[in-house]
């Protein structure tokens, strides 16, 4: 079995006194390929943060070959190749290969005349593997965007580095660039002393090129594994789509015979302390005329600000919104347009949004999924674009809302969902309440508004939306309607 040259041992991060990975236990063997997944707040980005030197805090051990060791002394064994700092390098001109490789690195220009035909030896043998149409008088500019890559990780070998920490999705590659990827690190592994530790948020290239992949979650490693996309797809128990407005599952149906799903204790906006508590399946709507004090509320139910809050009976702990699958509270205050991802696709706006959420790590999802999940909403919105830059405003508010429906979030608290809307938007929400309803999601809207720019007061008793309306002056209570449901 190949030497083992990095080792963590009950390794903890921190990021602003707020802990991201723990005790991680795991291990990276000579010419191995680890590839690190799961979303972005899972603790895979501190965890990689740390092997690159970039994690301000950290407990537990670092062992290079079996030798503890600092961050600053992994530093020296480790090269960080990363696609974002890649693009203002790639389009440099008059930059030779040879510069790239012998200058632009620690030792700079200071040692340029030192070992000058070593390096040039060491150069050209590098370029017989990786490279062998090119030589070190070629630009960098002429080399297309896998022989860059390739060239990257190359410079880290030729300087000594026994780790390569690749933080690359491999968007935009072909699967001809994947495959040449491929065969030139298995020429590199028979020359070079090294493993590679990749970081991938992008479902592209796992199964070629990973030897290995470590699954984070909530903060904590739950699985190492050969690359099987069928059994990450097991392990990561990634609920397939169900557009059914009569499902409920039965961990939410057995939740609701147990009390509030959410609770918030000693709230303070002004003079006026006050309780809250909500249960599944509820809508609530709290009406607070000064915007200043609605937006502490938000934040405070959203856990940006500090509070007592209660999830099933049990405090929330300190940073509990960074761990959206143990305690699923989502807050939106951006709705439509502003609340997607334009660069996506419409599909990938419904599915990636609220699985990265989730915790879950969206690289490993089939195809299928998307294709599923996406004509399930077209048949609901058969004229709507395939772009999302052309989508009416109704219709992006609805791909929006499906993708939390998808999620299944046991409390969804919204700032002004309503502000702005017309006739049509203000359908869609009415339309989705009664969806998440029947998912026992309890739903709390904060808006500045009597009538939560819907219609009077009346009308809203009239279609039965809210369950009950607390209206708030100054922080304290002045009236509250409670309504019979109507299921």
Same mark, same amino acid.
């Given at each position: 079995m190949n030497q083992i040259i990095l080792e963590t041992i009950a390794l903890r991060t921190e990021y602003d006194n707020v802990r991201e990975t723990n005790d991680a236990y795991l291990n990276f063997r000579e010419g191995e390929i680890s590839a690190l997944l799961g979303d972005r707040d899972s603790g895979r980005?501190?965890?990689?943060?740390?092997?690159?030197?970039?994690?301000?805090?950290?407990?537990?051990?670092?062992?290079?070959?079996?030798?503890?060791?600092?961050?600053?002394?992994?530093?020296?064994?480790?090269?960080?190749?990363?696609?974002?700092? &890649? #693009? @203002?390098?790639?389009?440099?001109?008059?930059?030779? +290969?040879?510069?790239?490789?012998?200058?632009?690195? !620690?030792?700079?220009c200071a040692k340029i005349s030192l070992n000058y035909e070593s390096k040039n030896s060491r150069g050209r043998k590098l370029l017989e593997i990786i490279l062998p149409k090119h030589s070190l008088l070629d630009d960098i500019g002429t080399l297309s965007q896998m022989e860059f890559l390739l060239l990257k990780i190359g410079k880290?070998?030729?300087?000594?580095?026994?780790?390569?920490?690749?933080?690359?999705?491999?968007?935009?590659?072909?699967?001809?660039?994947?495959?040449?990827?491929?065969?030139?690190?298995?020429?590199?592994?028979?020359?070079?002393?090294f493993c590679i530790v990749w970081s991938t948020n992008g479902q592209?290239?796992?199964?070629?090129?990973?030897?290995?992949?470590?699954?984070?979650?909530?903060?904590?490693?739950?699985?190492?594994?050969?690359? &099987? #996309? @069928?059994?990450?797809?097991?392990?990561?128990?990634? +609920?397939?789509?169900?557009?059914?407005?009569?499902? !409920?599952?039965?961990?939410?149906?057995?939740?609701?015979?147990s009390g509030p799903v959410f609770q918030a204790r000693g709230l303070k906006l002004s003079d006026v302390y006050f309780d809250l508590s909500v249960y599944p399946g509820e809508l609530i709507s709290i009406i607070e005329y000064d915007v200043e004090k609605k937006n502490q509320l938000y934040h405070t139910f959203i856990g940006?600000?500090?509070?007592?809050?209660?999830?099933?009976?049990?405090?929330?702990?300190?940073?509990?919104?960074?761990q959206h699958e143990t305690f699923p509270i989502i807050g939106l205050d951006q709705y439509g347009i502003k609340g997607m991802f334009p660069e996506l696709s419409p599909t990938e706006n419904l599915i990636l949004p609220s699985m990265r959420k989730a915790s879950r790590p969206g690289i490993v999802l089939p195809e299928g999924i998307f294709e599923a999940a996406f004509r399930e909403w077209k048949k609901q919105h058969p004229s709507s674009e395939g772009n999302l830059q052309r989508m009416s405003r109704s219709d992006r508010l609805s791909l929006q809302l499906e993708s939390w429906l998808i999620f299944h979030p046991a409390v969804l608290i919204l700032l002004e969902p309503f502000l702005h809307l017309d006739q049509q938007g203000r359908g869609i929400f009415?339309?989705?309440?009664?969806?998440?309803?029947?998912?026992?999601?309890?739903?709390?809207?904060?808006?500045?508004?009597?009538?939560?720019?819907?219609?009077?007061?009346?009308?809203?008793?009239?279609?039965?939306?809210?369950?009950?309306?607390?209206y708030y002056e100054n922080g304290a209570i002045v009236k509250t309607n409670e309504y019979e449901k109507n299921d």
């Open positions: 980005l501190s965890f990689f943060d740390c092997i690159c030197g970039r994690t301000i805090k950290t407990s537990g051990n670092i062992k290079l070959y079996g030798h503890p060791c600092s961050i600053e002394e992994l530093n020296e064994n480790v090269h960080l190749v990363s696609d974002s700092e &890649s #693009i @203002s390098l790639y389009h440099f001109c008059n930059i030779t +290969v040879a510069d790239y490789l012998f200058l632009m690195c !620690r030792d700079g880290g070998l030729i300087q000594g580095a026994k780790i390569i920490a690749l933080e690359e999705d491999f968007e935009g590659y072909s699967e001809a660039d994947i495959s040449i990827l491929r065969s030139d690190i298995l020429l590199l592994k028979e020359v070079y002393p592209k290239g796992v199964t070629e090129l990973a030897d290995k992949c470590i699954l984070f979650k909530g903060g904590n490693i739950i699985k190492q594994m050969k690359v &099987s #996309i @069928s059994q990450i797809m097991d392990e990561t128990n990634l +609920v397939p789509f169900n557009r059914d407005t009569n499902a !409920r599952s039965s961990f939410y149906r057995n939740a609701s015979e940006t600000r500090s509070g007592q809050l209660y999830f099933r009976n049990r405090p929330l702990p300190v940073n509990w919104r960074f009415s339309q989705y309440f009664s969806l998440f309803r029947k998912r026992d999601t309890a739903i709390i809207v904060l808006s500045s508004s009597k009538t939560n720019y819907l219609a009077e007061d009346s009308a809203i008793l009239k279609v039965g939306l809210f369950d009950h309306e607390i």
